[in-house]
């Protein structure tokens, strides 16, 4: 069974995280404020998520 074929110029809508300027923009103005492992700790009493933080933050625990 032969799987189905694409057309050669063919871009998957979800292939990149933004889609023109504007979006890759927010989404830089959103990393530049995002809390840090450290901050979170100190300013929340929050801890990151364990699965995306595979190694141990020693300034957490």
């Known amino acids: 069974m032969k799987k189905k074929e694409l057309d ?5 809508r979800n292939s990149s995280m933004a889609e ?11 990393m530049e404020n995002m ?9 929340y009493d929050k801890y990151p998520d364990p699965i995306q933080n595979k190694n141990k933050d020693k300034n957490l625990r």
């Not at 050669?8 to 998957?12: A, E, G, S």
């Open 35 to 43: 809390r840090t492992n450290k901050e979170l700790k100190e300013d």
């Open 8 to 12: 050669k110029d063919y871009t998957p």
């Open 20 to 30: 023109n300027i504007e979006e890759m923009e927010n989404l830089g103005k959103q």
